[in-house]
């Protein structure tokens, strides 16, 4: 007998052996059993998640000799032994990429009205459905919606978006999800202590995350391992093979980064370059560790993450090297180097220039703790602006004295008789010391009139504001001069607001924000640049002039 590759030796015969589908082949199984399966079914993922093979499966069902009581195919008859072998004459597999013409529909239809030879059903399994032309949709239209009893259309497709919604409509949809890597590596563990092929598990895991989901993807990957020549899975071989950089290294790169030391991260990034390894492999695979850092250290447990033991010891460990608003930061500005690092034609010098930004980071106080600290921090109490309880004087000499009260608060003042001239209030001070602080003031009273004053041009000269309103709101503030004025005197004490047409000096508020924001930019900036760290990158041959905002 020919050899079998992996993936079409251990292509599921049962519904309970297909990996990661519980939701789809439970439905099936009933549906089967009952005789409930509808004339035209649609089974829709990404690659190797098990479209083509439920197709056959459930093929096998509909027509096996002895089927089984839980709606499983027996796998023993000649019907289920010609299906699996594809040597069926009642079951036409159809590539719907090279068949895609209205030709091909015709053919097909032409040959629907004959019965099936040997089995109970004839079936049609069209692979990627998507692939046919809009004319050929439209020529198996009427036979989908009336087919034979005697047939079942089996449609599988990677991209159902682009089947037409008309023939969408007329099937009963399945949707296969994406592998867990979980699934993928019991799987793999399964295959391989039958071949007798002795593996480490972390080898494992990184050979179903290459596979992304697609359990054919990651056992062509172990085919390619055997085909190394060794009857042993080891990490090492994984990342000869696959050309993804030492685990190791990508754990130091990320623990460099977490302690701030560039020197560090730097030297691992040589490392992986000097090995030939692929950078660009490497950026991702430090975007999904620090992925995984993210999860440990803001969520409460590690269910989360799809790794083995040794990993996950690690991953629990340098979590907590930095708190968890620290690693989402470091997260974030890696999602955006790492896309530079794969679209670059100088690969090495951006992964070395990440590395150093990302460790020259400072350490970020998460707002929640900082929260807490502030909440649980003792409140000093507040000065009251009440005045003093009247303390009771002496009574004159002569007048029978009165026991005082025991407490020390003062008795309560009777008000004053009607004859008694109260005494006038004082005047309150100013609330507002300039034309800038009443701008403010008024935005917070009345946002659209504050927002309209902070463009008005403003001279402030002996106690008197002389201001110009511009053309593009005058008609806003036109009418409320005389409340303009009468608020600004009441909020600075007496001060006078004046009206000009034109001024040939004089600011407005937000040409004052304006500079003022610059100023404090250009500060920053300049604290940046002198930054130990900025002016090792700089040696580096970064130039923050061109990357920084102006």
Request: with cysteine; glycine share 4%.
């Amino acid at each position: 007998m020919s050899y079998q590759v992996i993936a079409r030796k251990w292509r599921p015969a049962r519904f309970d052996e297909v990996v990661g589908q519980d939701q789809v082949t439970g439905t099936l199984r009933y549906a089967t059993k009952e005789g409930r399966v509808a004339p035209v079914v649609l089974f829709t993922g990404i690659r190797g998640t098990g479209k083509t093979t439920l197709a056959r499966i459930l093929v096998k069902a509909l027509n096996c000799a002895d089927p089984q009581a839980d709606g499983e195919p027996c796998n023993r008859c000649e019907s289920c032994r010609e299906i699996t072998a594809g040597r069926s004459p009642d079951v036409l597999e159809i590539d719907g990429a090279s068949n895609n013409s209205v030709d091909d529909v015709r053919t097909i239809r032409e040959n629907i009205s004959y019965g099936p030879v040997k089995s109970k059903r004839k079936a049609y399994i069209i692979d990627e459905v998507h692939m046919l032309s809009k004319s050929a949709f439209n020529a198996l239209l009427k036979t989908l919606e009336e087919p034979p009893t005697h047939t079942v259309f089996i449609l599988a497709t990677t991209d159902p978006q682009k089947i037409p919604m008309t023939v969408l409509s007329r099937c009963q949809r399945y949707d296969l999800r994406r592998l867990g890597t979980a699934d993928i590596v019991r799987q793999l563990e399964k295959i391989l202590t039958a071949e007798k092929v002795s593996f480490d598990r972390e080898a494992l895991f990184l050979i179903a995350r290459e596979g992304d989901g697609s359990m054919r993807d990651a056992q062509t990957l172990v085919e390619q391992m055997l085909a190394f020549g060794e009857r042993t899975i080891t990490g090492t071989v994984v990342t000869t093979i696959l050309g993804i950089s030492d685990r190791a290294l990508i754990r130091g790169i990320v623990e460099a980064v977490a302690r701030r030391d560039a020197d560090a991260a730097v030297t691992r990034v040589r490392e992986i370059y000097a090995s030939g390894k692929a950078l660009e492999k490497a950026a991702r695979d430090v975007l999904f560790t620090l992925h995984q850092l993210v999860l440990a250290s803001s969520l409460s447990d590690d269910r989360f993450l799809e790794a083995s033991d040794e990993e996950r010891r690690w991953v629990r460990e340098s979590a907590r090297l930095l708190t968890p608003a620290d690693w989402l930061r470091l997260f974030d500005l890696w999602s955006k180097e790492s896309d530079r690092i794969l679209r670059s034609e100088y690969p090495l010098l951006l992964f070395e220039i990440s590395v150093v930004l990302a460790a020259s980071l400072p350490v970020m106080t998460d707002l929640r703790t900082l929260l807490d600290t502030l909440r649980d921090a003792p409140v000093p109490a507040a000065r009251s602006h009440e005045p003093a309880p009247a303390i009771q004087n002496e009574p004159p000499r002569g007048a029978p004295k009165t026991t005082q009260p025991t407490a020390r608060t003062a008795e309560p003042v009777p008000p004053p008789s009607p004859t008694t001239t109260p005494k006038a209030e004082p005047i309150a001070p100013p609330t507002v010391t300039g034309w800038r602080d009443f701008v403010e003031r008024l935005a917070q009273e009345e946002p659209m009139t504050g927002g309209a004053l902070k463009t008005v041009t403003a001279l402030e000269k002996a106690g008197t504001v002389t201001v110009q309103i511009p053309q593009a709101t005058k008609a806003l503030l036109d009418p409320k001069k005389e409340m303009l004025t009468a608020r600004f005197a009441e909020l600075t004490g007496g001060r006078k607001l004046r009206f000009a047409d034109e001024m040939s000096e004089g600011t407005s508020v937000a040409q004052q924000e304006t500079k003022e924001e610059k100023e404090k930019n250009a500060k920053i900036r300049e604290e940046v640049r002198n930054d130990p760290t900025v002016k090792k990158t700089e040696q580096a041959g970064f130039d923050f002039k061109k990357s920084s905002p102006t």
